[in-house]
C-alpha cells in the first residue's frame, strides 16, 4: 500500500458494522501509513462523506441502519468533492457479481491483511 497520495498521507474511510472487524481494520490500515475514519454503519459513514474528503471508501456490504448498498447509490449523487476516487465493498455474504455496472472493487470475505493493503493501494483483486 502506498500510504500516500500527492504527499500526503490517504484518507481512507472504513465502514463496518462489526466491531471486531472494524478495529483491526482500522488499526491495520493505520499502521500501514495511512490516516483512517471508522464508521459503523453506512448512515455515519454517509455524514462523514458529506462532512470530509476521503481518498478511498472501504465499505462492508451487510450492515444495519443503512446497508453498503444504500450508500453506494448515495456516494453516485455527492458533489465530486466529497466522493471518493475510489470505492472498495467488502462482503462476506455476495459476490462480486452484485456490484455490476457500478465502478466500485469487490474484496470477498475472509481477507488477507495484503490482500486488503494491496487493493488500498491500487493494485486489482
Request: proline share 8%.
Amino acid at each position: 500500500m502506498n500510504p500516500e497520495v500527492a504527499g500526503r498521507r490517504q484518507r481512507i474511510l472504513v465502514i463496518e458494522d462489526h466491531t471486531p472487524t472494524r478495529l483491526a481494520m482500522g488499526k491495520l490500515i493505520r499502521q500501514a501509513g495511512a490516516e483512517v475514519v471508522t464508521a459503523r454503519d453506512g448512515e455515519e459513514g454517509l455524514n462523514y462523506l458529506l462532512t470530509q474528503r476521503f481518498d478511498v471508501l472501504l465499505t462492508d456490504l451487510r450492515m444495519p441502519v443503512m446497508d453498503g448498498f444504500e450508500l453506494l447509490q448515495h456516494c453516485t449523487r455527492l458533489p465530486s468533492s466529497h466522493r471518493p476516487p475510489r470505492i472498495i465493498a467488502i462482503s462476506g455474504e455476495y459476490e462480486a457479481s452484485v456490484l455490476h455496472g457500478q465502478p466500485v472493487q469487490f474484496l470477498p470475505k475472509p481477507f488477507s491483511l495484503s490482500a486488503l493493503l494491496d487493493m488500498i493501494g491500487g493494485k486489482p483483486n
